[in-house]
């Protein structure tokens, strides 16, 4: 059987099976399933999207599918993948969550990334639970007097904001001058208003977002304006995130870029990590992280591409340090999967 999800969730243009008006509904037919199985009737679902102009209506579509069955959906809107998965690990209101985003793609794509509370990203046997659920011939039948139910979440962002902002000094990036990238993505908001609550002098671009320019010739995987913007502004640093936040790339001071291999080697030296052997990187990751962890009495152990893999491994040697050279870094004793935004933090830290 074909796996729906691939390395990070769905993922496809936008009409494309799954991702069409008749196919929607089945899986979020499939997601509820698989929710209720796992977690009983009545458990709470949290959901957020990024800023493509089609994440509404595949909202709409696949939540008509979940509200078929006793599960509660809460709403939080426009908002990072990492403020989700933040949200699902630390609440007890929460089981699982659904994010809707292609992540770095352009807008013509976009995904379904299901975030399991256990686990932060899905196992490979509940991928294909859910892809078995999708392709039966029936579904249980709906009972009309027991369905779910639908409610906005409107403190997402600012309970992911005060609790970001409460694992740092305050102001402690006073005196710094800061660019931000947002790739007119889900972080356009949130990311500047943290660092300035934080001390920064933000300078930000491409954070209009407008449904269609999101990762446009920006963000993560087009770093010429925010090299320019770092340079015009003497600013002493820069990070592009990438559409839905799980990802960054920063460009120092000098316009020099630096990737996930260059964040993972300057996090090992951070207090919270200098101390362990093992981190964890991918089939990608540089022969020269690989050299510089030898140097440092430190081990690098290669996973295939995927941050899902990454943190796998990361559970199985209970290793706190990992991530991939596009930006995907995972601190495990803060989340298992990438936040782009505590990264950053991290990083100036």
């Not at 936008?14 to 399933?33: F, R």
């Not at 859910?130 to 249980?140: A, V």
């Not at 893999?309 to 040697?317: G, K």
Request: hydrophobic share 40%; aromatic share 8%.
């Amino acid at each position: 059987m074909n796996n729906l999800f691939g390395t990070d969730g769905i993922r496809t243009q936008v009409g494309k099976y799954p991702l069409t008006l008749d196919k929607l509904p089945q899986l979020g037919h499939a997601i509820a399933e698989w929710i209720t199985y796992r977690y009983g009737k009545n458990c709470s679902l949290l959901l957020g999207h990024d800023t493509r102009i089609s994440s509404s209506l595949i909202k709409s579509s696949i939540i008509s599918g979940i509200l078929a069955h006793q599960v509660n959906v809460y709403d939080a809107y426009v908002a990072p993948t990492p403020v989700i998965c933040k949200l699902i690990a630390q609440s007890e209101q929460f089981a699982c969550g659904i994010i809707i985003s292609a992540s770095h793609n352009s807008f013509e794509d976009n995904g379904i990334k299901c975030i399991d509370k256990m686990h932060g990203k899905l196992r490979l046997e509940d991928e294909f639970a859910i892809t078995s659920l999708f392709k039966k011939d029936h579904y249980l039948p709906i009972n009309y007097k027991s369905l779910g139910s639908l409610h906005y979440y409107g403190n997402a962002l600012l309970e992911y904001k005060d609790h970001v902002e409460s694992l740092f000094f305050p102001n402690f990036l006073s005196g710094i001058r800061i660019v931000l990238d947002c790739a007119h993505g889900a972080t356009s908001t949130i990311a500047p208003d943290i660092f300035k609550q934080l001390g920064a002098n933000v300078i930000t671009i491409n954070n209009q977002p407008n449904g269609t320019n999101i990762n446009h010739e920006c963000g993560a995987l087009y770093l010429d304006s925010l090299q320019h913007a770092v340079i015009h502004h003497n600013a002493h640093i820069g990070f592009a995130f990438d559409g839905d936040g799980d990802r960054v790339i920063v460009v120092a001071k000098s316009g020099v870029i630096k990737n996930g291999d260059d964040i993972i080697a300057i996090l090992s030296t951070h207090p919270d990590y200098q101390k362990e052997l093992s981190i964890i990187g991918t089939v990608m990751s540089n022969c020269g992280l690989e050299s510089f962890f030898a140097e440092h009495n430190k081990k690098l152990l290669r996973t295939p591409v995927g941050d899902k893999y990454v943190s796998a491994t990361m559970e199985e040697h209970n290793a706190l340090l990992g991530g991939e050279q596009s930006g995907h870094i995972i601190m495990r004793n803060y989340l298992a999967t990438g936040d782009g935004i505590f990264t950053a933090l991290k990083l100036l830290e």
